[in-house]
């Protein structure tokens, strides 16, 4: 009965048995976010998750894995069925935050989220360290219209030249406020390119973009742009040396 009062929950470390055992609580109807990080859940973790009956009104998830330090080879990570799982349960309706990092997710594993015709209710979203390429990022092209981002963590994902443009350019980004975009291998042409084509750049309140390839020129076609709400800008390692 103690459990009725809470309304946020947080177990690091969490195996799916442990979830499971968890979630059976009859007295978990109240809570609104339930934060899961550094978790071995797997896909059985998401099985879990969804066959909770009680939490049917979460608004905030935090499934991400083990990072590449911490994990070992056989530790479970959600994967695309553990995706296409999650996507098909109603409860994901109320969820405006989710958080996915530090999961093997690739291309169709982002592709089955944002489709999901339960997602349109995000408003943060971290798929840092999913194992997404440029390829993985146009899936935010082509996302639903009813879905708009506020806040977008895609950092340690190895997007390159062609997933930099997709972000830039998506209509479910267009209202973004928070971006982290750090340690993607953006070169400084990538840099360019995401200045001038960035649908959101007006909106935007905080960016990161550490350990890239801006350097100086790609900070000062940043600065070119004025972006008249920025008041959070993380340039760490970005090549800019002294003319920076």
Known sequence: PQLSTLRILTA???????????????????????RLPSNGLGNAGIQA????ASLSTLEEIDLSGRGVSERYNNDPIVRLPGMESLAGW??????????????????????????SPHSCSLKELSVR????????????????????????????NLIGP?????????????????LRIDRCEISLLSAKVFVQKASFLGGLRSLDVSHNHFG??????????????????????NDLRYNG
């Not at 109603?90 to 489709?115: E, F, K, M, P, Q």
């Not at 194992?131 to 996302?143: P, V």
């Not at 940043?222 to 709400?229: A, D």
């Open 162 to 178: 062609d997933g930099v443009e997709y972000i830039a350019t998506a209509a479910c980004l267009r209202e973004l406020k928070t």
């Open 90 to 115: 109603s409860g994901l309706a109320t969820v405006r935050s989710l958080t996915l990092s530090n999961n093997d997710l690739g291309r169709a594993g982002l592709r089955t989220l944002l489709r």
């Open 129 to 156: 360290g999913g194992r997404l390429e440029a390829s993985g990022m146009a899936e935010f092209a082509s996302a639903p219209s009813g879905l708009l981002l506020d806040t977008l963590d895609i950092g340690e």
């Open 12 to 34: 690091r470390g969490l195996w799916a048995e442990g979830l499971e055992s968890l979630v059976a609580s009859p007295h978990l109807a109240r809570l609104k976010a339930l």
């Open 49 to 52: 998750l969804i066959g909770a």
């Open 216 to 237: 100086p020129i790609g900070l000062n076609a940043l600065l070119k742009q004025n972006p008249p709400l920025l008041h959070t800008l993380i340039m760490r390692d």
